[in-house]
């Protein structure tokens, strides 16, 4: 009995360590590649393991005025569409959550419905609306357009979020005198703190990641956000391919590394959101 | 005097407020995704309905059904549409399937459970740009690390690479689409299997039930609405897949990874014809609406039956 429980154990210990293997080697690669010298990558042989030494492809990066550039622009990109997603998203989640009102359905089903319309069918027509009113080749402009893809599943979370808060504590509230937007700010803000943890990191990186919008509505290269510097990348001659990878690294890495902080609340978050619908 | 009108004034005012107070906090944002996802879907509606190019953009004529016509009638589109159903269909099977399993695994007691739940997320947390780059030199036709793989177990994919081979590009985009996809399945699915009840497996196990009975007969039933809720999503998000594909293939090698968001984008910004371009975009969004209101039938029959 015990022999084949051990047996089990062991053989699910190895197919751990195979999936997530599988899952991590990709981005490993990445990081390795951008490790490796030219012998070494172009020799024949394979190097597997990345060369500590070469560390300084990183400071190389970062020392290259476009490629910060392409990180700040993402930054102020990405934070722009975060504040705005989640102050349009919270009032939004609150009359969903606790409202019952003509239309209801509606706009519920409006909300599922925007999950499928993909940008690439509405970069046109967005690009027409954006020259008429001067928002092309602006920073705001795209910030304005991740915001319309992001907030719909940010409202979805959070509506999941304030449907967790004991409808007692408005009532309590309300009875003492305060008015609906002093509920949501002074008694349902406060506890579903994780899970506008969670919408933010959904909606920065949505917006981080954003390429169609950042791609057609963007001229000047001063302007360009690392999700298009690093697409650039692909099928291109002129840079080596450690300096692509170092670039692809420092994009990933904080993506990767706040989804892994913020794992429990955004898998909450999505499951809550997402599926539910 | 207070003691009047007091008990009058908390009822009046709640009565005013009920009905006018939830619009004034839905009314941003429902304004905000009317001007910018509403007014620009009603745009492309009408724009499928007229000719009308991407270098004159401002000039539509009014064609009735024509672009719908032409599409239909154009052998390309119907391999468009093939492709997009062996990728969505893939997809969907792939990351669900794969996802289950991974879920299952990660479910039960083992050392490092929680370090290796995080980790297993990591595809889903990187960036898709980074995934396609990352892809796209790991079938490098020299240097790729899986192009020397294929090799290895003897499959040459010929001197262009992996995404230049019409028999093997569409293949190399859903493993990584999928790679990308079994991390949210699996957490997804993880969260449903803590709601599984233990007595009842437990209770399974003692009258001599063995593994696959137990799954089948408690876990798989506690799980089905979350794999349905998950395969709905799935399919919706691969129908509107863009980068991923785009960036890898730009819909070639030969047309056989051409999706219909690739079709619609190549028409647009290549073939610049915005009226076809709407028409497939319509196409797609028809058959979304379709897998929606189909799952939502399917979701109450099951409900009936049980």
């Known amino acids: ?277 | 005097m207070s003691a009047t009108t007091s008990p009058a004034r908390p009822g009046r005012r709640r009565t005013l407020e009920s009905r006018w107070t939830p619009y004034l906090f839905l009314a941003p944002a429902a304004l905000y995704i009317l001007v910018f996802q509403g007014l620009p879907l009603l745009q492309e509606v009408w724009l499928s309905f007229t000719r009308t190019t991407l270098l004159n953009p401002t000039r539509s004529v009014w064609v009735g059904a024509e672009n719908y016509l032409d599409i239909f009638t154009d052998p390309s589109f119907r391999q468009t549409l093939v492709t997009t159903l062996v990728y969505v269909v893939a997809c969907v099977a792939g990351s669900v399937g794969l996802g289950l399993l991974v879920a299952l695994l990660l479910n039960g007691r083992f050392p490092g459970r929680g370090v290796a739940r995080a980790l297993v997320t990591v595809p889903w947390a990187a960036p898709g740009i980074a995934v396609a780059l990352i892809a796209t030199w790991m079938f490098n036709a020299q240097y790729g690390i899986l192009t020397k793989a294929l090799q290895a177990v003897g499959i040459d994919p010929g001197a262009s690479g992996v995404l230049d081979n019409p028999s093997l590009a569409l293949i190399a985009v859903l493993a990584t689409t999928i790679w990308q996809l079994v991390p949210f399945v699996a957490v997804v699915l993880l969260s449903a299997l803590q709601s599984v009840p233990q007595e009842l497996v437990e209770a399974a196990q003692v009258d001599g039930a063995g593994r696959w009975t137990v799954f089948r007969e408690v876990t798989f039933q506690v799980l089905k609405p979350t794999i349905g809720l998950v395969a709905v999503l799935m399919t919706i998000w691969s129908l509107r897949r863009f980068e991923l594909i785009w960036l890898m293939t730009r819909g070639g090698p030969l047309g056989t990874t051409r999706t219909l968001v690739i079709d619609l984008y190549a028409e647009a910004f290549d073939a610049k014809q915005l009226g076809v371009a709407a028409a497939i975009g319509m196409v797609g969004i028809v058959i979304s609406l379709i897998v929606i209101v189909g799952s939502r039938f399917v979701a109450r029959a099951a409900e009936r039956q049980s």
């Open chain 1, 1 to 277: 009995m015990t022999r084949t429980h051990r047996l089990g154990v062991t053989a699910r210990m190895i197919a751990v360590l195979v999936v997530l293997g599988l899952a991590v080697f990709p981005v490993y690669w990445m990081l390795v590649t951008a490790l490796t010298s030219d012998e070494a990558l172009f020799g024949g042989g394979l190097t597997l393991l990345p060369d500590l030494s070469r560390l300084g492809v990183f400071g190389d990066a970062l020392q290259d005025g476009e490629v910060v550039r392409w990180l700040l622009n993402s930054l102020i990109i990405a934070s722009g569409t975060t504040v705005l997603s989640i102050a349009l998203g919270v009032p939004l989640a609150y009359a969903l959550s606790r409202f019952r009102f003509a239309g209801k359905a509606a706009l519920g089903l409006a909300l599922l419905f925007t999950q499928m319309l993909p940008e690439a069918l509405l970069v046109v027509p967005l690009f027409a609306i954006f020259r008429r009113v001067d928002l092309l080749n602006s920073l705001h402009g795209l910030v304005l357009a991740n915001t319309a893809f992001v907030l719909p599943v940010v409202a979805l979370i959070l509506k999941g979020a304030i449907d967790g808060v004991p409808r007692e504590l408005d009532e309590a509230t309300r009875v003492d005198g305060g008015r609906p937007p002093t509920v949501l700010l002074r008694v349902i803000l406060p506890l579903i703190g994780p899970s506008i943890a969670a919408a933010a990191v959904i909606a920065f990186f949505h917006a981080w990641n954003e390429y169609v919008f950042a791609v057609t509505f963007i001229f000047d290269k001063s302007l360009q956000p690392a999700s298009v510097g690093v697409a650039g990348f692909i099928g291109e001659q002129d840079t080596s391919i450690q300096s692509i990878m170092s670039v692809a690294v420092l994009f990933t890495l904080p993506a990767v590394a706040f989804y892994l902080f913020a794992q429990k609340y955004v898998v909450g978050g999505m499951t809550a959101g997402a599926v539910k619908g």
